[in-house]
């Protein structure tokens, strides 16, 4: 139980420290460096463990959260 809960807050923190959980800027913001960060971790780790696969390239996600907001 105490390894969930503490796998549990600091996948918060993270959340929380990165902007996703913060205003819709802050989210838009967060999506942009998650996409810059994720290909090169996937191929540093793929090299680390010996995996040399080609990877299918990441979709394009044109999606804005700014855009997206009901105004009201």
């Known amino acids: 139980?105490?390894?969930?809960v503490t796998i549990a807050g600091g996948a918060?923190?993270?959340?929380?420290?990165?902007?996703?959980l913060g205003s819709s800027?802050?989210?838009?913001?967060?999506?942009?460096?998650?996409k810059a960060a994720i290909p090169p971790a996937i191929e540093e780790w793929m090299k680390y463990f010996g995996l040399e696969a080609q990877l299918p390239t990441m979709p394009k996600i044109e999606f804005s959260?700014?855009?997206?907001?009901?105004?009201?």
Request: net charge neutral; charged share 20%.
């Open 1 to 4: 139980l105490a390894t969930k």
């Open 65 to 72: 959260p700014v855009k997206a907001w009901n105004s009201g």
């Open 12 to 20: 918060l923190y993270v959340a929380c420290d990165s902007g996703l």
């Open 25 to 34: 800027e802050q989210g838009s913001e967060a999506l942009v460096k998650a």
